[in-house]
């Protein structure tokens, strides 16, 4: 297939393009360039042989998206393209609702105009909210837009309403919704991984900078949790399962709207994680435990069987690979 992934050169986006490619496929990126570097292209083609189609644009600017989608005739869109930090959409909301879903419209509406009707759209597990005691086992048919604490998750849950109001008008349309939990890792090669500017604030690339000297140590938010040993429990999935979840959807997809999760279904808490990285690493981490962060759940993990039954995907590397992959992706920027 011929596709178009917005955001393409970004970390998820960037393994998306890669494990596309080896499956055969011809890419377009279209990315702003907002979070990532367009170096990333070069890297992209040292792993795979071929250099992805490049369009520098932007969402926001409809008449350039429709340049974009009519440059080619796509078989299918991934959109990945957003911004994505929790605690910086608190302080910018307005920021994330424009760029996220502004965007979101102009290219819906391009592709409206171009007849491009497959679309796999890049969610988020924040759009549950906090569901209590069945944060351990989310499943799709749960509802959504409830008790979510930030404009990030908002953004997704707002989004995914739009892509079901879209594909209800238009009978044709294939649109495939993606959940994510934690993605981690980097490709096996070390040659692209997760370097995200400024703070972050999911946990590993918070490790990784720690690693790095960057940060000068490592805050664990909350020791006293009712988890197996006080720390958050989360869902971490590496982001090549994660990648090959897109070419899973694309596969297997039909009219109408169809949600699935992406996640290993095995939460592994924020202390397990440390310490596994400071032992595959080999150095200990500069640490301390701090007070909790408001609105983080005890657990937050997947039920990932309607990906099994329907789309044959399921994680294959675990934690530990995702941390090997990481050491070997920072020991190449090094």
């Avoid at 899973?248 to 310490?275: D, M, Q, R, W």
Wanted: glycine share 8%; aromatic share 6%.
């Amino acid at each position: 297939m011929n596709i178009l992934v917005t955001g393409g050169t970004g970390y998820i986006g960037s393994h998306v393009v890669v494990e596309l490619i080896k499956r055969g496929h011809t890419v377009d990126i279209l990315d702003n360039l907002f979070n990532s570097k367009v170096e990333v292209l070069d890297k992209i083609e040292k792993i795979v042989g071929t250099k992805p189609r490049f369009h520098k644009a932007d969402l926001l600017d409809y008449d350039k998206t429709l340049e974009v989608l009519q440059s080619s005739k796509f078989d299918a869109v991934i959109h990945l393209a957003g911004m994505k930090a929790v605690s910086e959409s608190v302080e910018k909301p307005l920021e994330y609702y424009e760029n996220n879903i502004y965007g979101t419209i102009n290219l819906l509406k391009a592709m409206n105009e171009t007849g491009t009707i497959r679309l796999v759209f890049s969610s988020s597990a924040t759009v549950y909210g906090d569901k209590g005691v069945d944060s351990a086992h989310l499943m799709e048919t749960m509802t959504t837009g409830v008790g979510i604490t930030n404009p990030y998750g908002w953004t997704k849950a707002m989004i995914e309403q739009i892509i079901k109001d879209v594909s209800a008008a238009n009978p044709n349309m294939e649109a495939t919704i993606l959940r994510y939990f934690n993605p981690v890792g980097a490709d096996q090669s070390g040659l692209i991984g997760e370097d995200p500017n400024g703070i972050p604030n999911n946990l590993m690339p918070i490790v990784m900078k720690v690693y790095q000297g960057k940060l000068e140590k490592l805050i664990i938010y909350g020791d006293d949790y009712a988890t197996r040993d006080g720390s958050c429990e989360r869902d971490f999935i590496h982001v090549t399962d994660l990648a090959k979840g897109h070419l899973a959807a694309l596969e297997h997809s039909k009219p109408g709207v169809s949600i699935y999760n992406l996640g290993s279904g095995k939460a592994t808490s924020v202390f397990e994680i440390v310490n596994a990285f400071e032992r595959l690493s080999g150095r200990p981490l500069p640490k301390e435990v701090g007070a909790r962060r408001p609105g983080d759940l005890p657990v937050l993990c997947a039920d990932p069987a309607l990906a099994l039954t329907e789309l044959g995907w399921k994680t294959e590397l675990t934690s530990e690979d995702a941390i090997r992959d990481t050491l070997r992706y920072l020991n190449n920027l090094e």
